[in-house]
């Protein structure tokens, strides 16, 4: 009795998650199907009368949408790449180590995280246009990078200060130089954070919006987000077009985060410890 | 002093030199971006809260624009609403992440697929996220007013952005609809952190699941929790861009916020030295409530 009670409790928290989570996305998906001409007659029926897949073809044909979405693709992929390896050494720094100026380091980060972003936009241009940067797409990398570093950092020392010492210890006892620990100890511990960081980093460049809006002009060089608001004219937004794009947009994420789940389910630690 | 003895010293002395100086190696690439990127722009855009802006020139005023802040109602009443919308956000989003990182931690069918699709908001650009809600709430387009209506929860079918008194709701559910992955992740991902032999042993012990979860689970995901409830609220009060795309800050300044308050100053009124002034008050009162914490979470380290 108890154990079926526990089990309707569990899928019905399941569901509730997953219908709060799904809605709006699921709405995207209706918006985006939906002939224009149902659009607001139909407004609150869960699937239009009549379904269409026009507004995937015309952004597909007649729009930059592909050119913006490899742009987005190269930033997002390289940004989290960079941002995990620089912050998994200065999160193991943070975690291993006692050293003179710690407090200042974290303190340092901090401030990245603290200050709004409209305050550093106008010498970030300025900079960046003298450094030649502006209107391509190294400069938000550069940029995107320096922005998730600080978050990548402090996530990556929590996950390293919850590998016991213990272990490393005894591995360094049992003749392992620090780097070898490091390799065979510490790295299959961490991999799941590292994995976590990798998929929050590509998803904030992939979903950033003010600086690409700032500092990119031309067509070729434009981002996803910032493709999406070509579509809002200044009368009339285009919601078809629009949403068809987002959905489109939310494929590589998805892939991402299901290839992803991989090192956060494995419980690589139980794994490590036994073995 | 023999020779050998004198080699000994050196050598022991270039291996404590090298071992102060390996955490600073390690932490070299991280602190050269963020100085050139962030901390330099950081103190230009400083700079320019002591400075009037007008068109073509700028001028220095002192401390003219921090006076200007004491008597400045709409700041008062935009602090105000931070606290709401930084409160009462974070608080959704903390207890559902956490609710939802213990569930995906339990075994049940379909558990892969179900994660990878309640992570998915995250994903989803603020900008869209925001458009969307907005949608949700329109009583002619969006199905909410009319279940919110059916539920009882209103008198009729309207949108809730258009009313002063509970506009704010609308962009804390899309920033708690938005948020609960984050720290559903990092708490998922703390907790696998945990070695299972800590539970077979509580559970030998004979500890129930409330036990398990006050005397293993917690303090485990102390460190990650005060970490990420910091990074998290820091985000969450700086975060212009739900508002502005969802009320822009009305109905009557009912969801002005100090960020949506610096964007509209530095942007609209194209007052960059008084938006940056609001800046550098939004950035002394996060960095004392940083220093709260981090504070707190030694002291928390300390006891383990």
Known sequence: MQNALYTIGLYGAVFLYLAFALMPIYWTIKISVTPENLLYSEGIRLWPSRATLANYASVLRATDFPRYFTNSMIISITTALIVTAVASLAGYALSRFEFHGKTWVSLVLLLTQTFPLVMVIPPIFRIMSQLGLTDNLYGLIIIYTAFNIAFATFLMQSFFDGVPRDLEEAAMIDGCTRVMALRRIILPLTLPGMGATVAFVFTAAWSELLFALMLINSDSQKTFSVGLLTFIGKFAVDWGQMMAASVMALIPVCIFFLFLQRYLVTGLTAGAVKG | ?304
Do not use: C
């Open chain 2, 1 to 304: 002093m023999t020779l050998a003895t004198r080699n000994a010293h050196d050598e022991n002395r270039s291996h404590r030199f090298s071992v102060a100086l390996e955490p600073w190696l390690y932490l070299s690439p991280a602190l050269l971006i963020i100085t050139s990127v962030l901390i330099v722009p950081l103190i230009i855009g400083i700079s320019y809260s002591f400075r009037k802006f007008s068109a073509f020139r700028s001028e220095y005023v002192g401390l003219e624009q921090y006076r200007t802040m004491l008597t400045d109602d709409v700041l008062h009443g935009a602090i105000i609403n931070t606290l709401w919308w930084t409160g009462g956000s974070l608080f959704f989003q903390f207890f559902l992440g956490l609710g939802l990182a213990l569930l995906l931690n339990r075994p049940f069918h379909g558990r892969k697929l179900v994660q990878g699709l309640v992570f998915l908001p995250w994903a989803v650009p603020t900008f869209l996220t925001g458009l969307t809600w907005t949608w949700l709430f329109n009583p002619v387009i969006g199905p909410l007013p009319h279940i919110f209506y059916a539920i009882g929860l209103q008198a009729e079918p309207v949108t809730i952005l258009a009313n002063p008194e509970t506009a704010m709701w609308g962009p804390i559910i899309a920033n708690i609809w938005f948020g609960i992955p984050f720290f559903a992740i990092t708490l998922l991902a703390a907790r696998k952190s945990i070695p299972s032999e800590l539970y077979e042993a509580a559970s030998i012990d004979g500890a129930s699941a409330w036990q398990q979860f006050t005397k293993v689970t917690l303090p485990f995901l102390a460190p990650t929790i005060a970490i990420t409830v910091m990074l998290r609220t820091v985000w969450i009060a700086t975060f212009a861009d739900l508002i502005y795309v969802m009320t822009a800050g009305g109905p009557a300044g009912s969801t002005n916020t100090i960020a949506t308050y610096i964007y509209v100053s530095a942007f609209k009124a194209l007052d960059k030295g008084y938006a940056s002034a609001v800046a550098v008050l939004l950035l002394a009162l996060l960095i004392v409530y940083a220093l709260i914490v981090i504070q707190m979470r030694r002291a928390l380290m300390k006891d383990k």
